[in-house]
């Protein structure tokens, strides 16, 4: 059974939580094909976000896909999302298999270079339900990837995101802990991640 492949991953979260990491979960070859895919099918954009009262763009380029059924509210819009493309369907359909959910929604995130990156944040909202499962899957150039402990803001677990590899966080994760891209001034290669949500 394919499972029995990936059954030496380990959590990366020290405690109140599951961030479950499984590298090469996408093949080489299929990674590689999902980035020109995913690069060349989607209508990426860049969107301004509200910040302290003020819009400023946001540093990546982004897009948001699902089940038309299921419209997402993000700082007090609601947005419908485009349908899902082949690919993200296939991608999906994989990581279900292991996540033990259907997944109703993806933001997709595009980092040019190491210049673009997300700030500190949980996926916390709502709609998402008590203890979200969260499957961020990732193609293109590694890029560090941070959990901080949300109440002291000190602990802070780092691991590196690899072309292919698949990110599960679930159970208490949202609550305790924030997480982040940070900068990565040195690495010039694009990278592509997607967060699959189940949006109840
Ligand atoms: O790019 C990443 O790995 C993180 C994306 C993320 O946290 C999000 O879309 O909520
Ligand atoms: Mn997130």
Known sequence: MQQSLFN?????LPYKGEAIFYPGFFSAAESDEYLIRLTNEINWKQEPIKMF?????????TAWHGDAAK????????????NWTNA???????IELIAGV?????????????????GWHRDNEKELGLNPVI????????????????????EVVSI????????????ETQHYWEHRL????????????ITFRAIL
């Open 71 to 82: 419209p997402y509210s993000y700082s007090g819009i609601t947005m419908q999302p485009q």
């Open 135 to 154: 499957g961020s899957v990732s193609f293109g150039a590694e890029r560090p990837f941070q959990f901080r402990n949300y109440a002291n803001k000190e």
């Open 182 to 193: 940070p900068k990565a001034n040195k690495i010039n290669g694009k990278r592509i991640n």
């Open 53 to 61: 009262g003020k819009e400023v763009m946001q540093p990546r380029l």
């Open 160 to 171: 590196n995101l690899t072309h292919g590899s698949f990110l599960l966080m679930k159970g």
């Open 102 to 118: 259907s997944f109703t929604s993806a933001l997709l995130n595009f980092y040019r270079d190491g210049k673009d990156s997300m």
């Open 88 to 94: 993200l369907l296939e991608i999906k359909e994989k």
């Open 8 to 12: 030496r991953v380990q959590n990366i």
